[in-house]
């Protein structure tokens, strides 16, 4: 059974750092390309970012480049989304996600989900 956790949201306040953790248990994250996705009150779920399978390529929604970086350990079947200089429109449930192959960036195209972990940023 594939299984995400996300963990490390919280309160912070604008211009602080989180650092999201998504452990992966029941499978391995080998050829498996990761997401991390938000979802803020009344909006529609969007892309934050993306690392393929091997760690080399990655990419990100251009209001957080620059700020949030993405990472992996495959062997340690972990992702993390590593987040600095926070705004108010950060603010948001945040969601690692799976898929197998090549890196996307739409929401229907991966099929495997955590439950989410609540970042709110005050200003």
């Known amino acids: 059974q594939v299984l995400l956790v996300e963990s490390g949201g919280g309160l912070v306040q604008a211009g602080g750092s989180l650092r999201l953790s998504c452990a992966a248990s029941g499978w391995t994250l080998i050829g498996y390309a990761m997401g991390w996705f938000r979802q803020a009150p009344g909006k529609e779920r969007e892309f934050v970012a993306v690392?393929?399978?091997?760690?080399?390529?990655?990419d990100y929604l251009e209001s957080v480049k620059g700020r949030f970086t993405i990472s992996r350990d495959n062997a340690k079947k972990m992702v993390y989304l590593e987040m600095n200089s926070l705004k108010p429109e950060d603010t948001a449930v945040y969601y690692c996600?799976?898929?197998?192959?090549?890196?996307?960036?739409?929401?229907?195209?991966?099929?495997?989900w955590g439950q989410g972990t609540q970042v709110t940023v005050s200003s």
């Open positions: 690392i393929d399978w091997s760690g080399v390529s990655t």
């Open positions: 996600a799976a898929r197998g192959g090549g890196t996307r960036y739409g929401v229907n195209e991966y099929p495997y």
